[in-house]
């Protein structure tokens, strides 16, 4: 029997039609990336600078521009540009206190860099349970499990089955959508755990009003080819705190020591600092970020009222009091087998649709992590899609809807 065969059997949802619906909201003609990126700005003006003053690599004033740019936007007092995000990760881990031995709370649902960033530092990454409506970390369901398995020894919880500290929380925004941070907060504090944000997808959400990405002692943003913003490829460490962003600053250029002409290190760095080349394409980038949320958060809207209203079709929606970006719009279908129908239709038609990424408990690295009960994220999972959701496709979807 096929997948499309089965999902008959689930009354009222038709993937052929929602596919077709998708389609024809879409422009007509081309294939449709998840996430394409958009230079529709000072992006040649500023790259053409650096080639032409030779200032393309370590050092040089767009780096600075860039990290000023970003503290500003997330509300943070300091900002440092690195290679990636997944690099940000590693780093942010680093300044967090995580050590090799210890365990470090992630969510199963979420991209593997999260849980990889834990490895990069000796650390086991600890799978935890998504909420139904944020699709990130689930705070209550996080407090609940480490009732079961935690105790404090020391001042210092630790995992009672395996010994290790617990010494961390990532909570991911899952493509933007902001996790409950004060529910989080209170969970963390009472756990003592450090909170490192994920907001690599995130970049110009809002919690309550405060930017996603300041919440954590420390946060992290990515600038992949398929995010909001892209430098082609960079990431950046946020913080508040003075000592952890020299800190972060240090261990990303080497640990070199400031001298005019000696080369001196005083502990193991990393060369993680992002090129002017590509904080140049970043201040373009940044300088249309309001512009790039708000074509974003139509064509969210326009999924919300097109899709929304199909028999077996579940939207996902910003949750309550926040402001999200979008980054990725996802429809909820009823069962794996209806996702999977879903996904065949809409690749027949031209769409690149995406399912989630595959869960961090099943990949062979981390299948033998520590977890809680999963659930919620499997059937997340099992019953999500991923819209074409970039800047030019949404601009260009309204360009032929208003003429
Ligand atoms: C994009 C992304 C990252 C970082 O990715 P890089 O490609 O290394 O910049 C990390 N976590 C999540 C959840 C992401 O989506």
Same mark, same amino acid.
């Given at each position: 029997?096929?997948?499309?065969?089965?999902?008959?059997?689930?009354?009222?949802?038709?993937?052929?039609?929602?596919?077709?619906?998708?389609?024809?909201?879409?422009?007509?003609?081309?294939?449709?990336?998840?996430?394409?990126?958009?230079?529709?700005?000072?992006?040649?003006?500023?790259?053409?600078?650096?080639?032409?003053?030779?200032?393309?690599?370590?050092?040089?004033?767009?780096?600075?521009?860039?990290? $000023?740019?970003?503290?500003?936007?997330?509300?943070?007092?300091?900002?440092?540009?690195?290679?990636?995000?997944?690099?940000?990760?590693?780093?942010?881990?680093?300044?967090?206190?995580?050590?090799?031995?210890?365990?470090?709370?992630?969510?199963?649902?979420?991209?593997?860099?999260?849980?990889?960033?834990?490895?990069?530092?000796? %650390?086991?990454?600890?799978?935890?349970?998504?909420? *139904?409506?944020?699709?990130?970390?689930?705070?209550?369901?996080?407090?609940?499990?480490?009732?079961?398995?935690?105790?404090?020894?020391? +001042?210092?919880?630790?995992?009672?089955?395996? +010994?290790?500290?617990?010494?961390?929380?990532? *909570?991911?925004?899952?493509?933007? $959508?902001?996790? &409950?941070?004060?529910?989080?907060?209170?969970?963390?504090?009472?756990?003592?755990?450090?909170?490192?944000?994920?907001?690599?997808?995130?970049?110009?959400?809002?919690?309550?009003?405060? *930017?996603?990405?300041?919440?954590?002692?420390?946060?992290?943003?990515?600038?992949?080819?398929?995010?909001?913003?892209?430098?082609?490829?960079?990431?950046?460490?946020?913080?508040?705190?003075?000592?952890?962003?020299?800190?972060?600053?240090?261990?990303?250029?080497?640990?070199?020591?400031?001298?005019?002409?000696?080369? &001196? $290190? &005083?502990?193991?760095?990393?060369?993680?600092?992002?090129?002017?080349?590509?904080?140049?394409?970043?201040?373009?980038?940044?300088?249309?970020? &309001?512009?790039?949320?708000?074509?974003?958060?139509?064509?969210?809207?326009?999924?919300?009222?097109?899709?929304?209203?199909?028999?077996?079709?579940?939207?996902?929606?910003?949750?309550?009091?926040?402001?999200?970006?979008?980054?990725?719009?996802?429809?909820?279908?009823?069962?794996?087998?209806?996702?999977?129908?879903?996904?065949?239709?809409?690749?027949?038609?031209?769409?690149?649709?995406?399912?989630?990424?595959?869960?961090? $408990?099943?990949?062979?690295?981390?299948?033998?992590?520590?977890?809680?009960?999963?659930?919620? %994220?499997?059937?997340?999972?099992?019953?999500?899609?991923?819209?074409?959701?970039?800047?030019?496709?949404?601009?260009?979807?309204?360009?032929?809807?208003?003429?």
């Amino acid at each position: 029997m096929t997948a499309a065969s089965r999902a008959a059997a689930v009354p009222g949802f038709d993937p052929e039609g929602v596919a077709t619906v998708l389609r024809a909201l879409l422009p007509a003609g081309d294939r449709h990336a998840l996430h394409e990126p958009c230079f529709a700005g000072r992006e040649w003006d500023y790259v053409k600078d650096c080639l032409d003053t030779g200032w393309v690599s370590s050092v040089g004033a767009y780096v600075d521009r860039f990290e $000023h740019m970003l503290a500003e936007r997330c509300g943070v007092a300091r900002a440092i540009a690195v290679v990636n995000g997944t690099a940000g990760l590693h780093i942010a881990l680093r300044l967090a206190g995580v050590r090799a031995g210890d365990e470090v709370l992630v969510p199963t649902l979420t991209f593997v860099a999260t849980a990889n960033a834990v490895s990069y530092c000796g %650390a086991v990454p600890h799978l935890v349970d998504s909420c *139904p409506t944020t699709l990130g970390l689930d705070p209550r369901r996080l407090d609940r499990h480490l009732a079961t398995i935690a105790a404090t020894v020391d +001042g210092q919880t630790v995992n009672r089955d395996t +010994g290790r500290p617990l010494r961390a929380v990532v *909570p991911m925004h899952v493509f933007g $959508h902001p996790v &409950d941070m004060d529910g989080l907060a209170e969970v963390a504090a009472r756990w003592r755990l450090v909170i490192v944000e994920d907001a690599a997808e995130a970049l110009g959400s809002l919690c309550h009003g405060r *930017p996603i990405g300041s919440f954590g002692e420390v946060g992290v943003i990515s600038f992949n080819g398929n995010k909001v913003v892209t430098t082609g490829g960079g990431g950046a460490i946020l913080t508040n705190r003075g000592d952890l962003a020299d800190a972060a600053r240090h261990l990303t250029t080497t640990a070199k020591l400031p001298h005019p002409w000696a080369f &001196d $290190h &005083d502990q193991l760095g990393y060369n993680y600092r992002l090129p002017n080349l590509n904080a140049a394409l970043g201040c373009a980038q940044v300088e249309q970020l &309001d512009g790039f949320i708000a074509a974003k958060r139509r064509l969210a809207r326009l999924y919300q009222e097109r899709l929304g209203a199909l028999p077996g079709i579940e939207v996902v929606a910003e949750p309550a009091g926040c402001r999200s970006i979008y980054w990725l719009n996802a429809v909820l279908t009823p069962d794996a087998a209806s996702r999977d129908a879903l996904l065949r239709a809409c690749h027949e038609r031209g769409l690149m649709v995406r399912p989630a990424w595959s869960l961090m $408990h099943r990949l062979p690295m981390y299948r033998e992590c520590p977890r809680a009960d999963l659930s919620v %994220a499997e059937a997340l999972e099992a019953r999500m899609v991923c819209l074409p959701s970039g800047v030019a496709l949404a601009r260009a979807v309204f360009a032929e809807t208003t003429g």
